[in-house]
């Protein structure tokens, strides 16, 4: 990710994996069939002394409270950094077929004991409805006391969950504190909003592919939506999704590109590593050398690694980037709505 955060573990709070997926315009989608499953309600709860927290990688934006989050550490899961080292490469690819623990989440962790007050978990929604639709119930899925379907967007499903925790070995200071969180957890619940992430369109560029052959902003021009994913070197999820997102490209409907945008690849040394990744990886669409247009771009708009942009035959941006690794399935879906969009647009 551009932003790297820091991934020294304490025994604290906030474990994020970044997945992610902006939850603008975020519709509320049908709880799951779980007897523990409550509709979500705002009520008016009062958050003073609270601290919006954003998710870039989720997409979520939620309140917590503010004397609890001193220490606060980011610590990468899923989202593991990797600082140009592609010794493991291959060892971590993707699983084909989305299992219940592949999932990005956010933990909320207390700076006191080891156990997790609640998570926001994302899931593609296609596997989720396909365990949902085979009788399972959230919490046979997610392992946990209490889950509930928050929204939905972009193919993705997100879902609040209360993990199992024992209190059995508390002494009664460590109770009196795990007691004040449990209150607190409503009003937290309440406060998951969705978060809107802008990026302006990327402009004329002049510049080269990772091949050394000659590339500008005409790349568009052909096809009615290009889908440009905006990797780095040293981020290891995006490495990860490159070989599913090569398999891709090989099967993008009629009228659509897929390419890319190496964003480190801005001296010999990172061009070489983009190079041997992506030589590595089989990647044989269209990687991009950003010129100092595209390096303004990214400076200006970048939240973090990987951002998946749509685009259209004139450059504009469609619809809202995507941050974070995604299953394949969960960008087909977000493809094929945008493609929807601009064909709306046309028809017009």
Known sequence: MKKIFKSKILTTLLYVFMLTMLLAGCTQGEHSNDDQSSSHQVDNYDYT???????????????????????????????????????????????DETDPSDHMDLFFMPQEGEYCLFR??????????????????????TGSTLSEEICRKDGTVYIYDQPIVDTSTFDSNMKEYYD???????????????????????????????????????????????????????????IKELPDLQKMSK??????????????????????????IAKDTDVSFTSIVPDNAL?????????????????????????EPII?????????????DRLAQVDSQSNR
């Not at 998710?55 to 950094?81: A, V």
């Not at 390096?295 to 619809?319: C, H, R, W």
């Open 49 to 95: 002394g609270y601290t919006d927290y954003t998710d870039h990688g989720l997409g979520i934006t939620l309140k917590l409270p503010s004397k609890y989050l001193d220490n606060e550490t980011i610590i990468p899961g899923k989202y593991e950094i990797m600082f140009g080292d592609i010794s493991l490469l291959g060892k971590d690819i993707p699983k």
């Open 120 to 141: 926001v978990l994302a899931y593609p929604a296609q596997k989720w409805d396909e365990w949902i639709n085979s009788g399972e119930k959230a919490t046979d899925i």
């Open 180 to 238: 004040e969180f449990i209150q607190m957890l409503p009003a937290i619940r309440a406060s998951i909003k969705p978060n809107t992430v802008t990026m302006s369109d990327l402009g004329s560029f002049y510049t080269n592919d990772l091949n050394g052959e000659t590339v500008d902003s005409s790349i568009f021009s052909e096809y009615k939506l290009t889908m440009v994913n905006i990797w780095a070197t040293f981020c290891r999820p995006c």
């Open 251 to 276: 099967a993008m409907p009629e009228g659509t590109q897929l390419i890319s945008i190496v964003g480190d690849a801005n001296d010999d040394e990172h061009l070489k590593l983009a190079q041997n």
């Open 295 to 319: 390096k303004q771009y990214l400076d200006n708009n970048m939240v973090a690694y990987p951002t998946t942009l749509f685009v259209d035959s004139e450059g504009k941006i469609v619809g």
């Open 324 to 336: 974070g690794e995604r299953d394949m399935s969960v960008y087909e879906t977000i493809l094929n």
